[in-house]
């Protein structure tokens, strides 16, 4: 069975940093495309990095770029996303998702093979 876990998430300060993790099982993690989403109260979930299988070759939103790092380690069936210069609009449910591809183009509309069940994240002084 198909399955995401994420954790990491919390309350952090503004300009703080905080690192999610995915952990999959229940399919061959390394073959899947893995892709970070997130969502805030009374908002659309919004695509925020994906990272490809075979060459690490990741993609950002506008909104994150410079600030979110995302990365596998595949021995570990795990995504990072590792998160700085934390502002209030970062805060949000932010879940993980398989990809049926194992590339990034188009993952921001792309149907999922499943998310995880997500993990808040707090920005509040």
């Known amino acids: 069975q198909l399955q995401l876990v994420e954790s990491g998430g919390g309350l952090v300060q503004p300009g703080g940093s905080l690192r999610l993790s995915c952990a999959g099982s229940g399919f061959t993690f390394r073959v899947s495309a893995i892709a970070w989403f997130r969502q805030a109260p009374g908002k659309e979930r919004e695509a925020v990095s994906c990272i490809n299988s075979r060459d690490g070759t990741t993609k950002y939103a506008d909104s994150v770029k410079g600030r979110f790092t995302i990365s596998r380690d595949n021995d570990k069936d795990t995504v990072y996303l590792q998160m700085k210069s934390l502002k209030s609009e970062d805060t949000a449910v932010y879940f993980c998702?398989?990809?049926?591809?194992?590339?990034?183009?188009?993952?921001?509309?792309?149907?999922?093979?499943?998310w995880g069940q997500g993990t808040q994240v707090t920005v509040s002084s």
């Open positions: 998702a398989v990809d049926p591809r194992y590339y990034c183009s188009g993952y921001e509309t792309r149907p999922k093979d499943d």
